[in-house]
C-alpha cells in the first residue's frame, strides 16, 4: 500500500467513525460500510484496515442493554419497542422469554439479544434432548441470524431456589448440544441469570463467597461457563444493597461518592455497583475461576412507589442512578478488579410495567412510560 493510499484509508476511517456514531442501527450502518467501500473503489489491504478499524469500534463503542418485560397490559408493540431503542442509541435487550412476536421484531435490527427460557421450560428441556433440540430449533434457527441473538439465559435465578434450581445444569448441558448441533457455539453462548442471594452481602468484594446452600451447584453452574466460553450473568442492584445496609452512604449507590468510600485489598471503591460486581468476581475466584466474565442482566433504580422502600425510590434517585449507570458502562471503565474491562449491562427496564406484582416500586423501574416518553430525562449518548 503506498502512503498516499494509507492517508486515504486513515480519512475514511475517520469519517466512518464520525458517521458510525451519528447513525442508529446496525443495518444502517452496514449500508453506510457497502457505499464507502463501493464509492471509493478501495482496495483490498484497504477493506482489511477498515474492518479492522470497525471491530475495534465495536468494542470500544459498548452500548447499554435493557430488560423488555411484558408485565403491562399497555406496552408498546415489539415494533415500536425497537424504534424506540434505536433512536436512543439502545443496543443490547433482554427478554424473560423467546416470544415470536418480539424475536420477529428485531429481524435485521441488529441489536444484540439474550433470550430466555422460563423457569416453567425448565424440567423438560433438562429431562429431554429431544425436547431442547426442539426448543432451540423453534426459539432460535426459526429466527437466527437475522435477528442477532447472542446469549440464552436459561430460567430467571433459577438455580437458588428449591423448586428449579436441580434442573438448570442438565438444561444447560441439553441446550448447549443443541446449540452444537445446530453448529451455534461459536455464535450464541449459553448461561444462566444469578441474583444476590447466591452470595450473602460482603461490605467487602474482597470477601465475597457464595452461600453453602448454592456451593455446590454454582462449581458445575461456572464449570460449564468456563467449558464453553460463556459468561455468569448477575442481576446487580444497589437499590436493594443499599437497602440492605442503609449505613451506606446513598451517593456510594448512585455513582455520586466523590472521594473513595471502600478500601479493600489495595483496591478504591467510589460505587457499590462495581463493589457488588467484583463481589461476584471474588466468589468465583474463591472456587477457582478466575477468567469468566460478567454480564449484568439487570440493574435499575425505581423512579417511585410507596412502603418500606419508598423514600429512595425517587424520580431525582432513578435519574442519577440510570444516568451515572449508563456513563460508568459506556467509558469501559470496567470494576477496580478488572479495570479496562468493558461490560454488558442491561438496565431494568424499558418501561415501567403496570401489572408487575410485589411492592409498589416494581412498577416504576421503567426509563420510559408505555406511551414512549422518558420518565426523566435520560442521556443515552454520555
Ligand atoms: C412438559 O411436558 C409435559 C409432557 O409432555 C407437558 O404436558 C407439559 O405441558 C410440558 N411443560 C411445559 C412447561 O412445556
Ligand atoms: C454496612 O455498612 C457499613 C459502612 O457504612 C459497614 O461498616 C458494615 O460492615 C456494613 N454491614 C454489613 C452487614 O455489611
Ligand atoms: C405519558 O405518560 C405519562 C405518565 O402517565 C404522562 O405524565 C405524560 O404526560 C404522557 N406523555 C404524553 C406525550 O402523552
Given at each position: 500500500m503506498?502512503?498516499?493510499s494509507i492517508?486515504?484509508?486513515?480519512?475514511?476511517?475517520?469519517?466512518?467513525?464520525?458517521?458510525?456514531?451519528?447513525?442508529?442501527?446496525?443495518?444502517?450502518?452496514?449500508a453506510?460500510?457497502?457505499a464507502?467501500?463501493?464509492d471509493?473503489?478501495?482496495a483490498?489491504?484497504?477493506?482489511v484496515v477498515?474492518y479492522l478499524?470497525?471491530?475495534?469500534?465495536?468494542?470500544?463503542?459498548?452500548k447499554?442493554?435493557?430488560?423488555?418485560?411484558?408485565?403491562?397490559n399497555?406496552l408498546?408493540?415489539?415494533e415500536?419497542?425497537?424504534?424506540l431503542?434505536?433512536?436512543?442509541n439502545?443496543?443490547?435487550?433482554?427478554?424473560?422469554?423467546?416470544?415470536?412476536d418480539t424475536?420477529?421484531a428485531?429481524t435485521?435490527?441488529?441489536?444484540?439479544?439474550?433470550?430466555?427460557?422460563?423457569?416453567?421450560?425448565?424440567?423438560?428441556?433438562?429431562?429431554?434432548?429431544?425436547?431442547a433440540d426442539?426448543?432451540?430449533k423453534?426459539?432460535?434457527?426459526?429466527?437466527?441470524?437475522?435477528?442477532?441473538i447472542?446469549?440464552?439465559?436459561l430460567?430467571?435465578?433459577?438455580?437458588?431456589?428449591?423448586e428449579?434450581?436441580?434442573y438448570v445444569?442438565?438444561?444447560?448441558?441439553?441446550i448447549q448440544?443443541?446449540?452444537?448441533?445446530a453448529?451455534?457455539?461459536?455464535k450464541?453462548?449459553?448461561?444462566?441469570?444469578?441474583?444476590?442471594?447466591?452470595?450473602?452481602a460482603s461490605?467487602?468484594p474482597?470477601?465475597?463467597?457464595?452461600?453453602?446452600s448454592?456451593k455446590?451447584?454454582?462449581?458445575s453452574?461456572?464449570?460449564?461457563l468456563?467449558?464453553?466460553?460463556s459468561?455468569?450473568?448477575?442481576?446487580v442492584?444497589?437499590?436493594?444493597?443499599?437497602?440492605e445496609?442503609t449505613?451506606?452512604?446513598?451517593?456510594?449507590?448512585?455513582f455520586?461518592?466523590?472521594?473513595?468510600?471502600v478500601?479493600?485489598?489495595?483496591?478504591?471503591y467510589s460505587?457499590?455497583?462495581?463493589?457488588?460486581?467484583?463481589?461476584?468476581?471474588?466468589a468465583?475466584?474463591?472456587?477457582?475461576f478466575?477468567d469468566?466474565?460478567?454480564?449484568?442482566?439487570?440493574?435499575?433504580?425505581?423512579?417511585d412507589?410507596?412502603?418500606?422502600?419508598?423514600?429512595?425510590a425517587?424520580?431525582?434517585?432513578?435519574q442519577t442512578y440510570?444516568?451515572?449507570?449508563i456513563?460508568?458502562?459506556?467509558?469501559?471503565?470496567?470494576t477496580?478488579?478488572?479495570p479496562?474491562?468493558s461490560m454488558e449491562?442491561?438496565i431494568f427496564?424499558?418501561?415501567?410495567?403496570?401489572?408487575?406484582?410485589?411492592?409498589?416500586?416494581?412498577?416504576?423501574?421503567?426509563?420510559?412510560y408505555p406511551?414512549?416518553?422518558?420518565v426523566?430525562?435520560?442521556?443515552?449518548?454520555p
Open positions: 503506498l502512503p498516499s492517508m486515504r484509508t486513515l480519512l475514511i476511517c475517520v469519517c466512518m467513525t464520525i458517521l458510525y456514531n451519528s447513525i442508529s442501527g446496525d443495518c444502517n450502518k452496514a453506510v460500510r457497502n464507502l467501500i463501493r471509493n473503489n478501495l483490498e489491504e484497504e477493506e477498515i478499524v470497525l471491530i475495534y469500534q465495536a468494542r470500544f463503542f459498548n447499554i442493554g435493557v430488560n423488555n418485560g411484558m408485565a403491562g399497555n408498546p408493540t415489539p415500536q419497542a425497537v424504534a431503542m434505536q433512536n436512543n439502545i443496543g443490547k435487550l433482554r427478554i424473560f422469554d423467546a416470544q415470536p424475536l420477529k428485531y435485521n435490527s441488529g441489536i444484540e439479544i439474550i433470550v430466555s427460557v422460563t423457569n416453567d421450560e425448565l424440567q423438560n428441556i433438562s429431562s429431554s434432548q429431544e425436547v426442539k426448543w432451540v423453534d426459539n432460535i434457527q426459526a429466527y437466527y441470524p437475522a435477528t442477532n447472542k446469549y440464552i439465559s430460567g430467571e435465578q433459577a438455580l437458588e431456589t428449591p428449579y434450581g436441580t445444569l442438565s438444561a444447560l448441558n441439553n448440544l443443541a446449540i452444537e448441533k453448529n451455534l457455539q461459536d450464541i453462548r449459553v448461561s444462566a441469570t444469578n441474583g444476590r442471594a447466591v452470595i450473602p461490605f467487602f474482597s470477601k465475597g463467597a457464595f452461600s453453602d448454592v455446590d451447584r454454582m462449581r453452574f461456572l464449570q460449564f468456563e467449558d464453553h466460553g459468561p455468569y450473568m448477575a442481576n442492584y444497589p437499590f436493594f444493597g443499599y437497602l445496609n449505613s451506606i452512604s446513598l451517593d456510594y449507590a448512585l455520586k461518592s466523590t472521594a473513595p468510600t478500601r479493600d485489598e489495595g483496591r478504591i460505587n457499590l455497583f462495581d463493589a457488588l460486581v467484583d463481589t461476584i468476581y471474588s468465583m475466584e474463591a472456587l477457582g478466575t469468566i466474565p460478567i454480564v449484568v442482566t439487570g440493574s435499575g433504580w425505581p423512579s412507589g410507596t412502603g418500606d422502600n419508598a423514600h429512595v425517587t424520580m431525582e434517585n432513578a440510570s444516568n451515572n449507570l456513563k460508568h458502562v459506556l467509558s469501559n471503565a470496567g477496580p478488579k478488572r479496562g474491562k449491562v442491561f427496564a424499558l418501561f415501567n410495567e403496570n401489572l408487575k406484582t410485589g411492592d409498589e416500586t416494581e412498577r416504576h423501574f421503567g426509563l420510559f406511551n414512549k416518553t422518558l426523566y430525562p435520560v442521556n443515552f449518548y
